[in-house]
């Protein structure tokens, strides 16, 4: 009630944007700003690239709303909070939502400055209980066994790869995102771990809110930008760190920001039935 009764703008699209991927809000038409600090409950973000504010404005002809800035579980907060946003954008009547997040690449697979479409994901701390759907089940809302079958949008993930391609963008393709905790990065035997266990890339958010988004039957997108390869040799004086992440993010927004704004336009125009936009 909050949020709509500051804009008069009803978005049908939600965009995360991860770490120092809040550029996009730069090149909305019509922005209306509301800070996280003035909608009640709404988690505040403590890291370096997370703004902290809800951007609502025109992506091309599409009204979309920009969570510039999120909060991660290593913030302290807990799990219900860190995904409180996807249950204010279910009652918003938001359909699709498009994750963004900077990855460390874990595969021979990525290298830095790729942009990958999540496939699927490993909930690491998921399979040993820590899952935001954890506690009692509203039934309203969503099943108490949600299935996660297909978490990534198959119609949404084809879109993004055919405007890739239209793009001439080769460095986007597919892959497997696995979620930890963080705010550790990884040592060189978790890495070599994450390897065995089919990780294309490793983050600490997006996967916490898809599956709040997927019980809410919100659609889902993800991109991952690898800003760093992870590093799985000992003793090397390579060492991972937000400062390069966030230098990373600014040197690839443009082409985020590019394929982007081609996938909301695109499903706008391939997929206004199928989800009612
Ligand atoms: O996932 P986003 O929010 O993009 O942030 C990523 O970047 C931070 C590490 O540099 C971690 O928070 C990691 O998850
Ligand atoms: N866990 C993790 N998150 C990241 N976010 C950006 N880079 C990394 C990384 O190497 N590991």
């Known amino acids: 009630d909050y949020i709509f009764s500051k804009t008069a703008q009803r978005p049908k699209i939600a965009i995360v944007c991860g770490s ?10 019509d922005p209306e700003l509301i800070s996280y600090k003035d909608i ?30 999120r909060v991660h579980a290593y913030e302290g907060q807990p799990l219900w909070k860190v995904t409180f946003a996807m249950r204010v954008f279910d009652s918003m009547g938001i359909k699709v939502v498009i994750l963004t997040n900077a990855a460390g690449g874990v595969g021979e697979k990525t290298k830095e400055g790729d942009l990958i479409i999540l496939k699927d994901h490993i909930n690491l701390p998921g399979l040993c209980g820590f899952n935001p759907l954890v506690g009692l089940n ?56 994450l390897k065995l266990i089919g990780g294309d890339m490793v983050g600490m958010s997006t996967v916490p809110e898809v599956v709040v988004a997927r019980h809410r039957g919100m659609r889902c997108l ?21 400062e390069e992440v966030l230098e990373l993010s600014k040197q690839r927004s443009c082409e985020l920001q590019k394929l982007i704004s081609k996938i909301v336009d695109a499903i706008s125009l391939e997929q206004a039935s199928a989800c009612g936009i």
């Open 222 to 242: 993800g991109i991952s930008l690898i800003t760093n390869k992870c590093i799985d040799v000992f003793d090397s004086n390579k060492k991972p760190n937000h």
């Open 20 to 29: 120092g991927l809040g550029g996009i809000t730069g090149i909305l038409k």
């Open 138 to 193: 509203d039934e309203r809302f969503g099943a108490r066994f949600q299935e996660t079958t297909v978490c990534y949008d198959k119609e949404l993930r084809d879109i993004a790869l055919k405007m890739a391609k239209d793009c001439k963008m080769d460095f986007v393709c597919e892959g497997v995102y696995i979620y930890q905790v963080g705010p550790t990065f990884e040592s060189p035997s978790e890495v070599k771990f």
């Open 40 to 69: 009640p409950n709404f988690p505040i973000s403590s890291v370096p690239g997370h703004a902290g504010k809800l951007v609502f404005g025109k992506l091309g002809n599409k009204d979309v709303v920009c969570m510039s800035g």
